[in-house]
């Protein structure tokens, strides 16, 4: 069964850092572009961070560039979302999903996504 695990969230003051992880169960997560989306209450899911399986590129949303750095751990075949200088508004699900393609942002373009962790960013 093929699954992505997302873990690492929480609640955290404003100012604060987080690490989300992202692993595959099933499958070797280094040949999928791996992205991370969120989705706060009563808005659309956000792509904000995405890397490339190819180079190893990656890019990010406007609302979370400086801020945020995502990078891939091969030996452990995990990818993990650096979150730094959080604000309340980064309160949301986060997602991690696994595109077999070349896809980023948009969300149609992934094949497995996880369940979801939540992060709350609140003092």
């Known amino acids: 069964q093929v699954q992505v695990v997302e873990s690492g969230g929480g609640l955290v003051q404003p100012g604060g850092s987080l690490r989300l992880s992202c692993a595959g169960v099933g499958f070797i997560l280094d040949y999928y572009t791996i992205g991370w989306f969120r989705q706060a209450p009563g808005k659309e899911r956000e792509g904000i961070s995405c890397?490339?399986?190819?180079?190893?590129?990656?890019r990010y949303a406007d609302s979370v560039k400086g801020r945020f750095t995502i990078s891939r751990d091969s030996v452990k075949h995990t990818v993990y979302l650096e979150m730094n200088s959080l604000k309340p508004e980064d309160t949301a699900v986060y997602y991690c999903a696994a595109d077999a393609g070349y896809g980023c942002f948009n969300a149609y373009d992934y094949d497995y996504w996880g369940q979801g962790t939540q992060v709350t960013v609140s003092s």
């Open positions: 890397i490339s399986s190819s180079d190893g590129s990656t």
